[in-house]
Structures are given as C-alpha cells and as structure tokens.
C-alpha cells in the first residue's frame, strides 16, 4: 500500500485522537495530575482500556459492512437506534457549550480576553460549524493531522523535562478511595476518557467516508483495518499519561489547584509548556493547544451533525447513511444554536459544568457499549470480523465495570 492511501485508512483513527486530545486529555487528565499526583494514571489506562473493544467494533463493522453501527443497531431493532438517539442527543448541545469554552479560554490566555467568555465560545462555535460547512471531512482530516503531529511533539517534550518535578511516590496512593470527591472525579474523567462511547457511532461513519476516498481495489483487510485504528489509539491512551504528569510535575508538586472558570485553568495549561520549555516554545504550544481544541470543536459538531440525518436515514430504512446536503446542515447549525443558548443560561462554573458534562456521557456508556457489543456478535458479519474470546471478554467486562461505576455515581450524587 502506498503511503496516500495508509494516511487515509489512519485518517478516523487521528481525528478520533484529535478529537480526544482536546478536552479529557488538555483538562481533565491535567487537572487528575493536579489534583492526586500521578495516583490516577491507573485509572486513566484502564479507561483507555475498557473503552476500547466499544470503539473498535464500530471500525470493525464499518470495515466489513460498509455501513455505520447505526444499521447494527437498525439489524438489532428500531429500539436500539432509538436508546442511542434518546441517550446521546440531549447531551450533545452542552457537550458543544464544554467544549467551546474551554477553546474559548486557552484563546483568551494567548491573545487576552476580547470579548465575554459566553460571546467568544459562541463565536470558536459558529467558526467551527462554518469551516466545517465549507471543507467537509476532507478538511477536518488534513488540519488535524498537522495540528495534531505538532501538539504530540511539544507535549512529549514538556513531559520528559518535568518527570524529575513528580512526586512518584503518589502512583501508589490509593486514599482517593474513600473520597466521595475523587470518586465523583473518577466518573466525570473516565467520562470522555479517550471519548465518550457514542463516538464510536461518529468514527465508523468517519471510516465509512474515508473508504470511499479510497482507488478502486484498494480496500483493506480486517486486520489492516484495525491496525491504522489501533496505534492512534495507543497514542491517544499515552498522551493521557503525558498530560497527567504534567499536571502533577508542574501543579501538584506547587500545591498549585485547578482553578474553575476557563480562561483562569486555560492560563495554567499554558503554564506547563511556559515552566518546561520557556516562553518561545510555551507560545508555540499554546497555539497549538487552541488548535487541536478548535479541531476538537469541529470534529465534535461533525459527529453528531453526521450521526443525526443517518440515523434518521437508518430509521427509515433508506440506504443512504449520509443523508442529503441540507439535513447535515440543518442537523449543524441547530445543534450549534442550541449549544450557543447552553453557553447563555446553564455554564457558570467551569469546571464543575465540564464535570457534569463528562459523568452524564459516562453514564449512558456501559448501555452504548453493550449494544455495539451486541452488534458485532448478533449482526450478520464474516467470520474473520467477528471478535475474539478475549476481545469479547474485555468488552463485556468494560460494560460491568462502566456499569458498576455508573450506579456509583447515583448512589454519591
């Protein structure tokens, strides 16, 4: 295979990297560093972990269907593509508003706060949705595979010079157990810890798109498949530690605690990178930090602005997944809206919103993991695509342990 064409299988594996390096990665795996040291680097692997057969069965019936999860879900029943509309909709305007201030505010670090804070996230919002609108999928894959390759190599860089600063002794610290806090914490992390689960949906209709912009004949194997899908998401568990040690090298080892609103810990991300590599290097990566945010941004309203029409589409049985021009721009521009009136009447608080936003995703994930489960091992598909005793294994424990840690959070909350 030529080097163009590997680019264009890996292409949904680094958008879904892109996608995740921009909000549990640059906040919450920095603020779990911040917070308790490097004590929840377990926890943030096993997440990656447990998360991954859910993402890897929708590369997986993609691959071989040539279809999204959502005609798995349509084969299992108009139910299941009903749970996850019913599930994932609802969150997705406040996952927007997150995502949006927190872009917002690592852009009020770099050039100064120009406009209110609920202004300017609406406007990294309307942006995004405009350059979305304009470039389609093939621009959203080419910008963050350089802003991404750039993000990577700073933040490796940052994390090797502060490792002599950690306090390794806290890797074995495991008294956030019997805090209620932490373990609140723990669910909101783990929330979109690399993604949230109904991203898997919006990744097999990314790997759909990009093999169709592949030459006649160059369609890959299963196993090719689930290699370009597999080192990205190796990478994207690794960069979580790195932002994590970076938290606890530079802010726990300050006693320095997250501050709430976003512009205030946007200002301590860029401290990291300032502290590490001095200030000519802290402005390259700050830049670079606002621009996977603002791919995040676009990656995000891609998704659900993709996923809603086919899932409509699927609903009436038609065949055409993508849907036609005008319902994916509908689709956008009213869940941007909506996300623009979040920003206006429920985000006070920074992060305790992006907390809430995170444990609400989480505690739909162990339903959207068990349906994509139920998909690969119910739905029509080749032997060789079905997964394996221990892939099955692993999946059907990520749904108890997301299951168990979702019945926690009621219980705390």
């Not at 790997?207 to 912009?213: G, I």
């Not at 598909?381 to 099955?392: F, L, Q, W, Y």
């Amino acid at each position: 295979m030529t080097k163009s064409i590997l680019r264009r299988l890996a292409g949904p594996g680094l958008i879904f990297t892109g996608a995740a390096i921009g909000t549990s990665h640059l906040v919450q795996s920095t603020r779990a560093g911040a917070m308790f040291g490097v004590a929840l680097v377990g926890v943030i692997l096993l997440a990656n972990l447990l998360k991954y057969p859910a993402y890897r069965f929708g590369i997986d019936y993609a691959q071989v269907r040539r279809r999204s999860l959502l005609s798995g879900y349509r084969e299992l029943g108009v139910w299941a593509v009903w749970l996850f509309l019913i599930a994932v909709i609802p969150l997705v305007p406040i996952v927007y508003a997150a995502l949006g201030a927190a872009t917002a505010g690592i852009f009020a670090t770099i050039f100064g706060p120009l406009l209110p804070m609920p202004v300017m996230a609406a406007l990294v919002i309307a942006l995004a949705s405009l350059l979305l609108l304009v470039g389609g999928y093939r621009l959203l894959d080419r910008v963050n595979g350089v802003l991404l390759a750039f993000l990577v190599i700073s933040t490796v860089l940052t994390t090797l010079m502060v490792l002599p600063r950690v306090e390794w002794g806290t890797l074995t610290d495991i008294s956030w157990t019997g805090q209620t806090k932490a373990l609140l914490f723990i669910v909101a992390l783990a929330g979109f810890m690399p993604n949230p689960v109904d991203v898997s949906v919006a990744l097999s209709l990314w790997k759909v798109e990009a093999d169709r912009s592949l030459p006649e004949g160059a369609h890959p194997s299963i196993g090719e498949a689930r290699s370009s899908f597999l080192w990205p998401y190796v990478m994207t568990a690794l960069m979580a530690v790195c932002f994590c040690i970076m938290g606890a090298g530079v802010m726990h080892a300050q006693h320095i605690a997250p501050l709430p609103d976003a512009p205030g810990f946007a200002g301590q991300l860029v401290d990291l990178y300032r502290e590490a590599l001095g200030p000519t290097a802290a402005a390259l990566a700050a830049v670079a930090a606002l621009s996977v945010m603002l791919t995040t941004v676009i990656a995000a309203i891609d998704a659900y602005a993709r996923t809603l029409p086919a899932a409509m589409e699927v609903l009436r049985g038609g065949d055409n997944e993508t849907g036609t021009r005008a319902e994916y721009v509908a689709s956008c521009l009213v869940l941007a809206a909506l996300a623009m009136l979040v920003l206006y009447t429920l985000m006070r608080d920074f992060t305790t919103f992006l907390d809430f936003v995170t444990s609400a995703t989480f505690v739909v994930a162990p339903l959207l993991a068990l349906l994509n489960y139920l998909v690969v091992t119910r739905c029509a598909m080749p032997e060789d695509a079905h997964p394996s005793t221990a892939m099955k294994a692993l999946s059907l424990t990520g749904v108890a342990v997301m299951g168990a840690l979702a019945v926690m959070y009621f219980v705390l909350v």
